[in-house]
């Protein structure tokens, strides 16, 4: 039945990492624009940010559900920050 593979998980992108990764790129994105200078970003400007980090990540890692194994730690806050500061860090010209 078609609803059954609808309905099935997809192992190598599942939804509830993807949800912590996005939180987690959000807000390491958030924190590097206002050491920037850059106080108050678009919506727009973030979520494309974030998925470009996500996007880096999953080529880095293999897939996003490789990533955890890849933390020292419980959390994923840590390594993700990096990516981001990693990607956006380096070469962002401040305006």
Do not use: C
Request: proline share 2%; no cysteine; hydrophobic share 35%.
């Amino acid at each position: 039945m078609w609803y059954r593979s609808a309905a099935e998980e997809n192992k190598q992108r599942p939804l509830y990492e993807l949800k912590v990764l996005a939180m987690d790129a959000e807000f390491a994105i958030r924190n590097l624009l206002s050491k920037q200078r850059n106080y108050n970003p678009s919506q727009l400007e973030i979520n494309r940010k974030v998925k470009k980090a996500l996007d880096h990540m999953e080529e880095k890692y293999g897939g996003i559900a490789n990533i955890r194994l890849y933390t020292k730690k419980d959390t994923l806050q840590e390594l993700v920050s990096e990516n981001v500061y990693e990607l956006f860090g380096k070469n962002y010209r401040i305006r």
